[in-house]
């Protein structure tokens, strides 16, 4: 399943050229610091360098202890990750607790911020093959593969930083198979976009089981409402959100960038 196309903002001509990759209406803006990254994935967690990795379904029992230890084992920037964790909505006092006294949606807060140092070679190839399709398509905006190559990985570290706009990954077989962006339009609405799968893994549930997933972690976050902009051409990707609880609307299909995408339908799940 794919959704072509990627949001189209007036921006600096990278970034005109790497929101077409990654196979759907796509963007994430700039806000906070340059070590607060986000690549959220599904399965096994993927430790990629100046990404922020977590799972979205995971066992939270081994947390336990100080939260200062937990940053200390794992060299993150103790005030960095607090603050993470502040904009994730967790209070200060939470702080002063054991891990094992946190909740289960605590826990999982915890979890989903996890800071390492660069974007690595291994992350753009991950990324390149699962989002295949459309970087073949994009390649000729460029002069070779190098140059898009590097502009994809400056897109990923200027513009994957806010927690709340996120690139989730689902995972089979330790192999990225399916991804989208989810980016929080105003408080408890997010948008779902660049929804791609691999083409060798389609027609195996991975996008179904993908959009459910961050269905299920954005309602732990205090989502209400999710929107999506398809094709109305596009009915497989209609009935795989369909499937998901997605809804039809007769409102403007206006993304999160307050861009209106002609020809193209807008679906909301009310949570």
């Not at 904009?87 to 200060?92: G, I, P």
């Not at 997010?190 to 991975?206: D, K, S």
């Not at 993304?255 to 193209?264: A, F, I, K, V, Y």
Request: hydrophobic share 35%; glycine share 6%.
């Amino acid at each position: 399943m794919r959704q072509t196309g990627y949001c189209s903002q007036n921006m600096q001509q990278t970034r005109e050229n790497m929101q077409q990759i990654s196979g759907g209406q796509t963007n994430i803006q700039r806000s906070g610091s340059s070590h607060a990254n986000l690549l959220v994935t599904a399965g096994e967690i993927c430790t990629a360098s100046n990404l922020v990795v977590s799972y979205i379904n995971q066992d939270t029992s081994f947390l336990r202890g100080d939260i200062r230890d937990f940053c200390r084992e794992r060299n993150l920037e103790e005030s960095l990750f607090f603050a993470l964790l502040r904009q994730l909505d967790m209070e200060r006092a939470q702080f002063e607790k054991r891990l094992e006294e946190f909740s289960e949606g605590q826990k999982r807060r915890i979890k989903m911020l996890e800071r390492i140092e660069n974007v690595n070679e291994q992350v753009i190839e991950k990324m390149f093959l699962l989002y295949a399709e459309s970087m073949a398509d994009m390649e000729r905006e460029f002069k070779d593969r190098d140059e898009m190559e590097a502009s994809y990985a400056a897109f990923l570290k200027e513009f994957i930083e806010n927690p709340k706009q996120m690139v989730f990954v689902e995972t089979a077989e330790k192999q990225w198979v399916c991804g989208l962006r989810a980016v929080e339009s105003e408080p408890g609405k997010w948008f779902l976009e660049a929804v791609e799968t691999m083409p060798g893994h389609r027609n195996r549930g991975y996008g179904k089981k993908l959009i459910r997933h961050v269905t299920e972690f954005l309602k732990g976050i205090g989502a209400k409402k999710i929107d999506c902009i398809i094709g109305k051409s596009n009915l497989s990707s209609i009935k795989m959100h369909s499937d998901c609880g997605f809804k039809e609307t007769k409102e403007p299909p206006v993304n999160c960038w307050g861009e209106l995408e002609e020809g193209r339908i807008l679906f909301r799940l009310e949570i």
